[in-house]
DNA sequence: CGGAAACTTGATCGAATTCAAATAAGGTGG
DNA sequence: CCACCTTATTTGAATTCGATCAAGTTTCCG
């Protein structure tokens, strides 16, 4: 939906950006690597991930158009974690160096880094919670349901319906199971009628029931 | 040491600040509450919390002297996470209001609170990775050296060992085990001579071990 | 000192993993 | 657009880690 720039409105200053396209499937960059840039998912899916040492993932959050890659890129150019493109993704680029400038100067900019922080910060206690406290089908219905909320304030979400691009891998990945396991799971949610899952696109059949399991332990 | 009035360094300012101490074990605000103030944890250890419909409770994060109870109190005075004293602490309050204006004059504060948003983060993340993929055992050690760590760059730590005023059942809600577990784990950790936990205090005593535990699976 | 909270230990159970193999879906080059 | 090859998904059986249930013991406060 339209070519939108990020919750920070940066594009309305004087910053210079740049836009950059990659395919599905591609590494944005790896762990590691070093960026002097800013950067805003304009469309796409992305995900962030993290590898343990035995080659396991584990995902920390997926990223969807107007998220900001990494707040910790306006400190430090070393990222910590990894982003791949889950669809075709385009996104914008500032440079640090400008941006800090501009911080200095208008608090604004500033007020509303802290603001999206505060909100990286509640989305990943949520995640804790469902990870520390819930069976496998409470955490992958709040997964849905939390998506379908962030989807959502971005007009991304049409008849309790939305675009859905995660393989069963990145659920499992990111809720901590095994892609049989999330099968499973799924299967059951499909056979009791809560969900439609199919084509890359998902639909709540029963915003009520999955609800209910999310909320259930 | 000393009396550590936060990371942020505001007391340096011409900032009001108001000193409050309260013993172990109380609850210094609830979920829900409301509050004009923005509280920094100068002496103890607190434990902020989530509470699930059930009653269990799941532990968002460990607070220690010059951590921020809550950033998200600068711009939002409803808490959405409960705080309890684990030992007896004592805090100081600033007023957001006044926080706020103070912000929007210099931004060196907003800085600072860009900084430890970033950091909150970066533990929740590393948390997210510990629940999803890692074992009971892994979990409690990686806890443990984190807790050092954190401790030992505000001068806490001595010849490995520190205050350790958290219970089983801290561990555990932090970590998303039971008590029963934890305490199997933890004297498993005694028996291998990894580390030593009595009077509320830890000394790590193969620090080497300790860490191969907490990178395993 | 007495009662409550915290910890320990054993037995049993169950949710999710692991291992293995079959089927389906997707992407690519010709 | 098809054939082929890779990547995803599904299904079953066996296993395991951690939960649950139940008692007993120890520690800690007030």
Redesign the pocket.
Same mark, same amino acid.
Request: charged share 25%; hydrophobic share 40%; glycine share 4%.
């Given at each position: 939906m339209s070519s939108f720039c990020g919750v920070l409105n940066l594009g309305r200053g004087s910053l210079k950006q740049t836009h950059e396209v990659v395919? #599905? /499937?591609r590494t944005i960059h790896g762990a590691g690597d070093v960026t002097d840039d800013f950067v805003i998912i304009c469309e796409g899916w992305t995900a962030c991930s993290m590898r343990l040492s035995d080659g396991r993932r584990q995902i920390l959050s997926f990223l969807i158009p107007g998220d900001p890659v990494s707040i910790t890129s306006l400190f430090n150019g070393r990222q910590r974690f990894s982003v791949q493109s889950l669809t075709d993704v385009r996104y914008c680029m500032f440079s640090r160096k400008e941006l800090q400038k501009e911080m200095i100067d208008k608090s604004r900019v500033f007020q509303e880094l802290v603001k999206i922080c505060i909100a990286e910060k509640e989305q990943a206690d949520q995640i804790i919670v469902s990870l520390g406290r $819930? *069976?496998? #089908?409470? /955490?992958i219905a709040r997964l849905i349901l939390l998506l379908m909320e962030r989807l959502g304030t971005r007009g991304l979400v049409r008849d309790q319906s939305f675009e859905f691009p995660?393989? $069963? $891998?990145?659920? =499992?990945d990111a809720m901590?199971? @095994? @892609?049989?396991?999330? *099968?499973?799971?799924?299967?059951m949610f /499909?056979k009791e009628g809560l969900v439609d899952i =199919? $084509?890359?696109r998902i639909r709540i059949l029963s915003l009520k029931e999955l609800q209910r399991v999310a909320d259930a332990?």
């Open positions: 395919r #599905a /499937r $819930q *069976s496998a #089908a409470a /955490r995660l393989r $069963q $891998q990145h659920i =499992a901590g199971l @095994t @892609t049989v396991h999330v *099968s499973r799971v799924i299967n /499909r =199919a $084509q890359r332990k």
